[in-house]
């Protein structure tokens, strides 16, 4: 098992991330995003607007998920993280 450390080193050495949040008839609805714009503790911050398909869900479904990989040579690697956001 990876360490916290190595899972947010490893998170901010990609570019992109993959955003899963929940819409109204309960199906997941993932969006490829930049990396977070700040970690702090175990909150991950991404930018968007409050009035944003994917904020808007957030606030009706806090549930939700981010991905992380990295493709290497022979093989991938990713992290997935799973929470409830905070509106």
């Known amino acids: 098992m990876k360490t916290r450390k190595y899972a947010?080193?490893?998170i901010k050495k990609q570019k992109v991330s993959f955003i899963a949040s929940v819409d109204e008839e309960g199906f997941p609805n993932i969006k490829?995003?930049?990396?977070?714009?700040?970690i702090e503790g175990n909150r991950f911050y991404f930018t968007t607007n409050t009035s944003a398909m994917r904020s808007q869900q957030f606030i009706?479904?806090?549930?939700?998920?981010?991905y992380f990989f990295s493709k290497g040579r022979f093989k991938y690697e990713g992290i997935m993280l799973t929470s409830t956001s905070l509106n």
């Open 60 to 66: 009706k479904n806090p549930k939700a998920s981010i």
């Open 8 to 10: 947010i080193e490893f």
């Open 32 to 38: 490829a995003m930049f990396v977070p714009r700040k």
